[in-house]
C-alpha cells in the first residue's frame, strides 16, 4: 500500500539578495498581489469561494512552474494537498523571495505519494486506499493516464484539468473562444481526447485551456529566449513582418484562476481560456522583455523561415501565426481578471529568476547566426 509522508524541509536551493523589490508574490510596479490564508477569497469581480471546508487535494504533478504556485496557494488556504510524482525533483524547495517562515509553514504541511502515473495498477490501488476529494491534474497528457484516477475515486467532488489552447483548430477568425472547433490532429490531442473522457463520465470536471503561460520558474523557453538575447547585446531574429499577434498568460494568474474554479458550480463541467487581457506582436514581445528587464531597446531582425535550413533546431520559440483566446467567459463567471500587464509580470519573472542567474536551458545562438549572416550578405 502507498503511504503518505510529509516532505522533508530542505536547505534553500537558491542564493537569496535581499531585495525591497523581488518577493515571492510577485514584482508589482504599483500594488503587489498579496496571497493571504483565508476563509474566503475575494476577486475584483465580487465572486466568492467559501473555503471554510478543508478538502484533500491531489495534484499530479507539483514540482515544476504551475504546481509550485499552485500547491503554495492551496495549502495557504487550509486544504490538505498532496503531490504524487515520481520523486526525480525535491518536493519542496525555497523559491526566490520566499521568506523562511512562508517556506517553513508550506515544506511542513505539503505530502508526497511517490509512484509513475503511467503504472496503473498502482495509481488505483494507491489512491483508492488514500481517497481524495479533489484531483488537480497539471501533468496529463493522455485520457488513458486519468481513467484509472477516476476509477480509484467513485466520490470524486471534482476533477480540474490543465488543457491547452493549442487545440483549437487554426482560424482566421480570432480570438479563440471556447466553442470553437478544435484540431483532432493537434500535438494536444491527448488533452482533447481527456477533456472527452472527463465528459463522457459521471464526473464534475472543469478543464482550463492556457495560451502561453510564463513566468518564474518557466521551464518553456518563452521569455527567457528573449532574456538570454538582451543580455548579451544581441539582435532579436523574428520571422516575417513581427506583426503576428499572440498572447501570454502569467502563471501566478493562472494558479489563481485553478483556485477560482475548485468547488465552485459556475466551473462545472466547462472549459476556460485563461491567459492575459491583452496581444502582443512579436517585436511588441521584444521590446516589453527589454523594458521589464532594464535593457536598451533591442534591434530586431525580420527573416523569412523558408530561406533557411535549420534542421531539428527551434530558432523562435512560438508559432509563427496569430495565435490568441478570448477570456471573457473565465472574467464573466469566475470574476478571473489577470492581475499582472505584460511588462509587469516579465519584470516579475526576470528579478525572480533570469536576473538572478537562474534558467533552465543554456543560451544558443546557432539559429541566429545563421540569420544574420544572411543579413550581413544581403547588407553588403
Avoid at 276 to 285: A, C, H, Q
Wanted: proline share 6%; net charge positive; glycine share 8%.
Amino acid at each position: 500500500m502507498a503511504r503518505l509522508v510529509v516532505a522533508q524541509h530542505k536547505q534553500p536551493a537558491f542564493s537569496l539578495p535581499p531585495s525591497s523589490l523581488s518577493d515571492f508574490h510577485g514584482i508589482r510596479l504599483n500594488t503587489p498581489i498579496q496571497y493571504k490564508k483565508r476563509v474566503v477569497h475575494q476577486t475584483r469581480g465580487g465572486l466568492q469561494i467559501n473555503a471554510s471546508s478543508a478538502k484533500k487535494i491531489l495534484i499530479m504533478g507539483g514540482t515544476r512552474f504551475i504546481g509550485i504556485f499552485l500547491s503554495r496557494l492551496l495549502v495557504k488556504e487550509g486544504h490538505q494537498v498532496t503531490l504524487f510524482t515520481r520523486g526525480k525533483a525535491p518536493i519542496s524547495q525555497q523559491l526566490p523571495g520566499e521568506s523562511n517562515s512562508d517556506y517553513a509553514d508550506f515544506s511542513s504541511k505539503i505530502l508526497h505519494l511517490k509512484g509513475d502515473r503511467k503504472d496503473f495498477d498502482f495509481v488505483k490501488t494507491s489512491l483508492a486506499a488514500e481517497g481524495f476529494d479533489v484531483v488537480y491534474d497539471i501533468n496529463g497528457r493522455e485520457a488513458d493516464e486519468v481513467e484509472p484516477i477516476l476509477d480509484a475515486l467513485p466520490k470524486l467532488e471534482q476533477y480540474i484539468y490543465c488543457s491547452s489552447a493549442g487545440v483549437y483548430l487554426k482560424s482566421d477568425l480570432l480570438p479563440h473562444f471556447e466553442s470553437d472547433a478544435v484540431d483532432p490532429k493537434s500535438r494536444h490531442k491527448g488533452k482533447l481526447e481527456t477533456e472527452s473522457l472527463l465528459e463522457s463520465r459521471d464526473v464534475n470536471w472543469t478543464s482550463l485551456r492556457p495560451v502561453y503561460i510564463y513566468g518564474p520558474l518557466n521551464y518553456n523557453p518563452v521569455e527567457e529566449w528573449f532574456f538570454h538575447r538582451l543580455k548579451a547585446g544581441r539582435p532579436i531574429p523574428i520571422p516575417n513582418s513581427g506583426n503576428q499577434l499572440t498572447q501570454l498568460g502569467h502563471v501566478k494568474d493562472l494558479a489563481t484562476a485553478f483556485l477560482l474554479v475548485l468547488g465552485n458550480e459556475k466551473a462545472s463541467k466547462q472549459v476556460f481560456n485563461i491567459s492575459g487581457e491583452k496581444y502582443v506582436t512579436f517585436d511588441g514581445l521584444a521590446r516589453a522583455c527589454a523594458k521589464a528587464a532594464g535593457f536598451p531597446e533591442p534591434k530586431i531582425v525580420h527573416y523569412n523561415p523558408k530561406e533557411f535550413d535549420f534542421g531539428k533546431k527551434k530558432a523562435f520559440p512560438f508559432r509563427d501565426q496569430h495565435f490568441f483566446a478570448s477570456i471573457e467567459k473565465a472574467k464573466t463567471l469566475l470574476g478571473c481578471k489577470p492581475e499582472f500587464d505584460l511588462v509587469e509580470g516579465l519584470a516579475d519573472s526576470y528579478n525572480l529568476d533570469f536576473g538572478r542567474g537562474t534558467f533552465r536551458k543554456e543560451a544558443d545562438f546557432s539559429t541566429d547566426d545563421i540569420i544574420l549572416s544572411k543579413e550581413l550578405v544581403l547588407q553588403s
